[in-house]
T-cell receptor
Framework: KNEVEQSPQNLTAQEGEFITINCSYSVGISALHWLQQHPGGGIVSLFMLSSGKKKHGRLIATINIQEKHSSLHITASHPRDSAVYICAVGSGNQFYFGTGTSLTVIP | DTEVTQTPKHLVMGMTNKKSLKCEQHMGHRAMYWYKQKAKKPPELMFVYSYEKLSINESVPSRFSPECPNSSLLNLHLHALQPEDSALYLC????????????????FGPGTRLTVL
């Protein structure tokens, strides 16, 4: 069993839709990260959070420490949001990655 | 400058070749990381350098040899690789590698796509 589970694995949405990607983890964490990886490889760190909620533009990330769960929301989705979104957690001196959610936003 | 650069972008090598991957950052970060990523899989941590000293080696075969000549530069020397080593190799850096591990934002480079023939 993976320490970090994401759902859904694949997601297709129409432009403008509200999108939610979920992440559950089974280890004690120091922080949870949401990463974005575009085709071709480059990874961008979107959020690092250890409690509560963070917002950046159309992206919102929340975490519930008690339930060991985080969500990434994208409002008013756009085709340029098409990418793989990866949840990762820092635990002890380990860094565990989820398997990613592949998002395609159709114009 | 919040950029991590990696060279080369693409590398094709034979199993008997020796090559090196290079990673550079000028953000004053003291922790640098090498990851390996196979297609449609999440990155796997290979090495962590903290203050130019190797802190983590995730049981990586000796045909991969990391080197951190200074705080801005991280190399990965490759020798006698196997075709299954073909992957995207990602470098990342963060301000520090704390005892808590992943409690610092990591900045990733664009990666080197390696093909071993």
């Amino acid at each position: 069993k993976n320490e970090v589970e994401q759902s859904p694995q694949n997601l297709t949405a129409q432009e403008g839709e509200f999108i939610t990607i979920n992440c559950s983890y089974s280890v004690g964490i120091s922080a949870l990260h949401w990463l974005q990886q575009h085709p071709g490889g480059g990874i961008v760190s979107l959020f690092m959070l250890s409690s509560g909620k963070k917002k950046h533009g159309r992206l919102i990330a929340t975490i519930n420490i008690q339930e060991k769960h985080s969500s990434l929301h994208i409002t008013a989705s756009h085709p340029r949001d098409s990418a793989v979104y990866i949840c990762a957690v820092g635990s002890g001196n380990q860094f565990y990655f989820g398997t990613g959610t592949s998002l395609t936003v159709i114009p | 400058d919040t950029e991590v650069t990696q060279t080369p972008k693409h590398l094709v090598m034979g199993m008997t070749n020796k090559k090196s991957l290079k990673c550079e950052q000028h953000m004053g970060h003291r922790a640098m990381y090498w990851y390996k990523q196979k297609a449609k899989k999440p990155p796997e941590l290979m090495f962590v350098y903290s203050y130019e000293k190797l802190s983590i080696n995730e049981s990586v075969p000796s045909r991969f040899s990391p080197e951190c000549p200074n705080s801005s530069l991280l190399n990965l020397h490759l020798h006698a690789l196997q075709p299954e080593d073909s992957a995207l190799y990602l470098c990342a850096s963060s301000q520090a590698y704390l005892a808590g591990g992943g409690s610092d934002t990591q900045y990733f480079g664009p990666g080197t796509r390696l093909t071993v023939l």
